[in-house]
């Protein structure tokens, strides 16, 4: 077995011991955006990848969904781990059913195999368009991945610089199947809520058939992530745009912890503090409900209770 590769520098490892968050989770509630990372001596990462992170296994991501309240996962493929699902696909099925995955996959990928990843709990594709994440994003391929993997009633996941959409919009409502933006399509939270890029987006939501993930305010902000006053605020400059997000589309977001954090520099969050984040973006019960446990079971679990 190879030597484990040594983590990329500056690697920020995930918070060890998370708080307790002060908001109770509704029962059902899924965290609807994570990753697993190996363990590498088990799961190597991918020679093309951008970055080396430390382990983060199923073990301590289900040690986390139980510490904080959540009932069950949505696993997306890291970019470290390429086109090899393994580890994920791991984690989905040592979740008693309680995890649903979401692969990175080839246009070439066969019938048999496309069978394998839904029967395992596979429920979508992702199309990264992170320049620093992957080298290229060949749409041609990428549209051909969507055809194959829309008679299986999957989706594509979404990963993009709000200021690449309008070069990008109509590619994505061109794609066979719906649709699910990770990280509010990553605003410059420096602009308006209601200025034009963000509100360009929203009416991208409001005219295709697209979910939006209200995750990852620890990537997004510049105020960053103290509390204030002995108060678990953080985050302050996302709030108005995710809660735009919520109340324009309380039916059609869902909310993600994105552990094991991928490359993060300036801090690492602590998930409590996160789930505590919930009730400012998403301030009724009502919401809260849409949010954590209606709108993901009805993407994922279709048809399924969420007790």
């Not at 969904?65 to 390429?82: E, K, M, P, W, Y």
């Not at 690449?164 to 199947?177: Q, V």
């Not at 009416?203 to 209200?214: A, G, L, P, S």
Request: with cysteine; aromatic share 8%; hydrophobic share 40%.
């Amino acid at each position: 077995m190879s030597t484990p590769a040594p983590k990329s520098p500056g690697w920020l490892d995930w918070h060890p011991n998370p708080s307790r968050p002060v908001f109770q989770l509704p029962p059902g509630a899924v965290d609807a955006h994570c990753h697993v990372f190996g363990p590498q001596e088990r799961f190597p990462f991918a020679p093309e990848r951008k970055y080396t992170p430390c382990d983060g296994g199923k073990e301590q991501l289900f040690a986390l969904r139980d510490r904080l309240g959540v009932s069950r996962n949505v696993i997306v493929q890291a970019t470290c781990h390429g086109v090899d699902n393994s580890a994920m696909l791991d984690a989905v099925l040592a979740s008693d059913g309680r995890a649903r995955g979401v692969a990175t996959v080839r246009p070439d990928i066969d019938d048999a195999e496309l069978r394998r990843l839904h029967e395992a709990g596979v429920r979508g594709v992702r199309f990264n368009f992170l320049k620093r994440l992957v080298t290229a994003a060949p749409r041609d391929e990428l549209a051909a991945v969507a055809r194959r993997v829309a008679p299986l009633g999957w989706h594509v996941v979404l990963y993009f610089e709000s200021a690449d959409l309008p070069e990008l919009e109509g590619f994505f409502a061109s794609l066979p199947t719906p649709l699910v933006v990770d990280h509010l399509g990553r605003p410059d939270v420096t602009a308006p809520a209601d200025g034009p890029e963000f509100s360009r987006f929203l009416r991208f939501v409001e005219h295709n058939d697209v979910w939006v993930k209200v995750s990852c305010p620890e990537r997004l902000s510049v105020t960053g992530p103290p509390a204030l006053d002995g108060e678990r605020h953080a985050y302050t400059d996302v709030v108005p745009f995710a809660r735009r997000v919520v109340e324009e589309f309380p039916d059609d977001v869902l909310w993600g912890t994105d552990w094991p954090h991928p490359n993060l520099t300036g801090h690492m969050p602590d998930d409590g503090l996160l789930v505590d984040h919930i009730p400012r973006v998403a301030p009724t019960a009502e919401h809260q409900r849409k949010l954590l446990v209606d709108n993901p079971m009805r993407l994922y679990w279709p048809g399924e209770s969420a007790g």
